[in-house]
C-alpha cells in the first residue's frame, strides 16, 4: 500500500473522529449543545473535508461517480456522523489502483466496474473482459513489449499479420503415393 494511501486514510479518520467526538461531546450540554454540534460539525467537515477533497483531486484520486454523493453527505448537518470521508478515500483508492498494471490493477477495475454500473448485462461483461484479464496474467504468458517509437496502428498490424512460414523446398518434401 502506498504511503499516500495510508495518508489519506488517516486523514479521513481523523476527520470523522474529530467531528463525532466533538459533536458527541457537545451534545452534554443542555440545551444548546445540539446547535453547537451540528454548527461545529459542519465547520470542521466543510473546512477539512475540502483540504481532503483538494488532495484526492490533485492526486488524481477522485471518483467521478461516489465523489459528488460524499461530498454532499459529509457535509449535511445531521448525517454527516456517517464515516462519509472514510468512504471517499477508499472509492479514490480503488479508482486509482485500476490504474497500475497486474494482478492488482485487474482487481481494482473489477471492483471498481462491479461498484459503479448498473445494467447487469455490463456488469457481466465486465467480469468476462476482467476473468480473461486474470486468466492470462496467471497462465505465464509474457506480456507483449511495445515499440514506443513505432505508431498504435502498426504496432497493431504486426500483431494481426500472418507468420510467413513457407519452406523454400515445401512441393519436394512431399512425396505422394502411388496408386497400385
Known amino acids: ?3 499516500l494511501y495510508v495518508f489519506l486514510l488517516l486523514w479521513a479518520v481523523f476527520i470523522t473522529g474529530l467531528a463525532d467526538g466533538i459533536s458527541w461531546a457537545l451534545m452534554a450540554i443542555p440545551g444548546i449543545g445540539f446547535i453547537l454540534a451540528l454548527a461545529i460539525t459542519f465547520c470542521i467537515n466543510a473546512t477539512m ?5 483538494f488532495l484526492l483531486i490533485s492526486q488524481g484520486m ?3 461517480k461516489f465523489g459528488p454523493a460524499t461530498v454532499i ?7 454527516n456522523v456517517l464515516p462519509f470521508w472514510i468512504g471517499l478515500v477508499v472509492a479514490g483508492i480503488v479508482h486509482d489502483m485500476g490504474n497500475e498494471k497486474g494482478m492488482i490493477g485487474e482487481v481494482a477495475k473489477l471492483a471498481d466496474n462491479l461498484q459503479s454500473t448498473k445494467n447487469p448485462l455490463s456488469r457481466a461483461r465486465s467480469v468476462m473482459s476482467a476473468s480473461k484479464d486474470m486468466r492470462r496474467l496467471t497462465e505465464g ?3 507483449q513489449i511495445a515499440n514506443d517509437n513505432e505508431p498504435q ?4 498490424e504486426k500483431a494481426r499479420s500472418p507468420l510467413n ?4 523446398r515445401m512441393n519436394d518434401d512431399i ?3 502411388k496408386a497400385a
Open 73 to 79: 453527505g459529509g457535509l449535511i448537518p445531521g448525517i
Open 175 to 177: 512425396q505422394y503415393a
Open 1 to 3: 500500500m502506498k504511503p
Open 62 to 64: 477522485y471518483h467521478p
Open 165 to 168: 512460414l513457407k519452406s523454400p
Open 141 to 143: 504468458r509474457p506480456p
Open 49 to 53: 473535508g475540502a483540504g481532503l477533497l
Open 153 to 156: 496502428n502498426e504496432r497493431e
